[in-house]
């Protein structure tokens, strides 16, 4: 073999990283999140915009990193799920939220934010399913978008609306929050969850633990109130389609505000990913 595949061959096997898998027997022994020591992390929000899976980066995070995440909700109670606590202080990793006002960010006493962006419409409509579905994992009957003769119902035009509440709800954050932001495009954590989960991890100020983080991807638990992989009627795409163009200006518009906020350079503009899920819209 040629000296120079033979070394990096060699890089490729000693390099730390998502190509080394870790036995299912060390992950089954690891102890579940715990929490934080009082004072030695600033208290983080974890924000997004209703639909944005923000249950999910809990659950993940918290499994990563080995601490529990909060809610200012009070959502679960602290022995239903062990990544989950209904704490709401700096004795978790991060908390849920998505309020966005400065009469929020101080009541909660938040000092920097992890962000997750997704979609507005992937969002609206996994929000949509959630309000008119029943529960956390069910989907909403095209009854509720379509009336029998064919025309919208009220509920649409009033939901889409919240397009303009999606971008609301960044501008705070972008524009307004003058704390530390790390943005987690929802696209990019679920195509890259090493890499992804580790900047969100460093950002925190941990120390990336690469078995906890490799053991979380490669063997997750099943995600909690994640909807069945059901592509939604036609109807449904055809009607979504028709808010693409007003979607795609909020889309612009919270761009700039990366922009500016954090430069052309910056990781936080150049990993920007908005595009939609290929229209599935799960």
């Known amino acids: 073999m040629p000296l120079f595949w033979t070394v990096l061959l060699l890089a490729l096997i000693s390099t730390p990283g998502q190509c080394q898998d870790v036995n299912k027997d060390t992950c089954s022994g690891l102890t579940d999140p715990v929490f934080l020591k009082t004072g030695r992390l600033p208290t983080t929000a974890l924000a997004s915009f209703q639909g944005s899976g923000n249950t999910w980066v809990r659950q993940i995070l918290a499994g990563s990193t080995g601490y529990k995440s909060g809610d200012i909700y009070k959502s679960y109670g602290d022995d239903i799920y062990p990544e989950f606590t209904s704490h709401y202080d700096d004795s978790v ?21 992890l962000l997750i962006v997704r979609h507005p419409l992937d969002a609206l409509y996994s929000e949509f399913n959630r309000m008119y579905g029943g529960n ?3 989907y909403a009957d095209i009854k509720q978008l379509v009336n029998a ?7 649409w035009d009033t939901w889409m609306t919240h397009v303009q ?15 530390d932001i790390h943005i987690i495009y929802y696209n990019n954590l679920k195509h890259d969850r090493y890499n992804e989960l580790s900047k969100a991890i460093q950002f925190l100020g941990l120390k990336v633990d690469d078995t906890r983080l490799k053991c979380t991807i490669q063997y997750p638990k099943p995600a909690y109130f994640k909807r069945p992989d059901i592509p939604p009627p036609v109807e449904k795409h055809k009607l979504f389609r028709l808010a693409v163009p007003k979607a795609n200006k909020a889309i612009a518009m919270l761009e700039n505000m990366v922009l500016k906020r954090f430069g052309e350079e910056s990781d936080m503009y150049r990993r920007r990913n908005l595009t939609i899920s290929v229209m599935s819209l799960r």
């Open 93 to 113: 990793i991060a908390i849920k939220t998505h309020t966005y006002s400065a009469a929020g960010t101080c009541e909660y006493k938040f000092k920097r934010v």
């Open 136 to 138: 956390k994992t069910g």
């Open 165 to 179: 509440g999606w971008l609301d709800f960044y501008e705070y954050w972008i524009t307004f929050f003058h704390h």
């Open 149 to 155: 003769d064919g025309s919208l119902t009220w509920k």
